[in-house]
């Protein structure tokens, strides 16, 4: 079966470093997106890895390793706008992206 | 400005009714997608289109039906709505039916009593 795995809910202070993990299960693997979505809004793309390593975007990072279904974004310089949820989607064998549930990121001053 | 328009932005009807989402973009991508998300739910697929003319169910088809004519254009349509299709509908669309990035719309929020 097909499976994402990833917190609830996290809490950081403004200006700190914060790592939202996935773990994932698919049917085949084409990749990994991370989205941002603000709330009431739609998500937007932050990143999308298909080798092993990291990916530095900025403040934003994304790492994967797909031997171990395993993908995390790190957030630094935490600012109040980065208060959103986190979607975690791999892609399965026939591209469509399964989607976790979504980190649901609090930044407190 | 180039995207994705949906119309209606909120809507509320009765159950039995039909009704029809519109989704539009401006960005000539060939893929397009209806996605529904629901509290604690990761979004799920309905329907999607890889290129004008054809279509195909996702995760949650059932009770739902789209057509693609052309291009721009990508209706969702609920035949004879039910409460358990309250939700927010998400139309998106990418430049390809790879592993491409998608570009949302801003949702339309759907309310059966």
């Known amino acids: 079966g097909q499976n994402i795995d990833q917190p609830t809910e996290m809490t950081a202070t403004e200006g700190a470093i914060v790592q939202i993990n996935c773990t994932y299960q698919t049917s085949g693997f084409n990749g990994l997106f991370w989205y941002q979505q603000h709330a009431g809004e739609a998500p937007t793309f932050l990143s999308y890895?298909?080798l092993d390593g990291l990916e530095e975007k900025g403040r934003f990072s994304s790492f994967l390793s797909r031997s171990k279904g395993y993908s995390y974004l790190l957030l630094k310089e935490l600012q109040m706008k980065d208060s959103a949820s986190y979607l975690c989607?791999?892609?399965?064998?026939?591209?469509?992206?399964?989607w976790g549930a979504g980190t649901k990121l609090i930044i407190k001053p | 400005i180039a995207g994705i328009t949906q119309a209606p932005t909120s809507q509320i009807l009765a159950a039995g009714r039909r009704m029809t989402l519109r989704c539009t973009q401006d960005m000539r991508h060939n893929a397009m997608y209806w996605y529904r998300q629901d509290l604690g739910l990761g979004l799920r697929l309905i329907h999607y289109?890889?290129?004008?003319?054809?279509?195909g169910k996702g995760e949650v088809p059932d009770g739902y039906s789209v057509s693609r004519a052309n291009t721009d254009d990508f209706p969702l349509t609920l035949a004879s709505a039910v409460p358990s299709q309250t939700s927010v509908y998400f139309c998106a669309s990418s430049d390809g039916a790879g592993a491409n990035v998608l570009t949302f719309g801003a949702g339309s929020r759907l309310t059966v009593l």
């Open positions: 289109s890889n290129t004008a003319g054809t279509t």
């Open positions: 989607a791999p892609t399965d064998s026939n591209y469509q992206l399964i």
């Open positions: 890895n298909v």
